[in-house]
Nanobody, 129 residues
């Protein structure tokens, strides 16, 4: 049984930083894509960032490029999302998701939410302005 457990969310002032973690268990993720998505109230899921577990290729939404960094720790089966220079519009529930190897093309992980099969329960990030 695949489990993805997010942690690290919270309340932070605009301009501050948070680091989200996603602990994965239940299978070998070595060839998977791991992604972060977010959903604000009344809005649809929005892609944030993704990483190819095996080659480390990354993909970012334009809205977070230069501010957020996705990384992974293979030994700990954990993916991180370092969020800097946070803005009020970053407020959302952040979800970790895993996609099978088909979602990695030429080393670049997919940004399409429907390609991600496994999802965590989410962690709330609130940025006060």
């Amino acid at each position: 049984q695949v489990q993805l457990v997010e942690s690290g969310g919270g309340l932070v002032q605009a301009g501050g930083s948070l680091r989200l973690s996603c602990a994965a268990s239940g299978r070998t993720f070595s060839s998977y894509a791991m992604g972060w998505f977010r959903q604000a109230p009344g809005k649809e899921h929005e892609f944030v960032a993704a990483i190819s577990w095996s080659v480390g290729g990354t993909h970012y939404a334009n809205s977070v490029k230069g501010r957020f960094t996705i990384s992974r720790d293979n030994a700990k089966n954990t993916v991180y999302l370092q969020m800097n220079s946070l803005k009020a519009e970053d407020t959302a529930v952040y979800y970790c998701a895993a996609a099978d190897p088909r979602a990695v093309v030429a080393g670049t992980p997919s940004s399409a939410w429907y390609e991600y099969r496994y999802w965590g329960r989410g962690t709330q990030v609130t940025v006060s302005s």
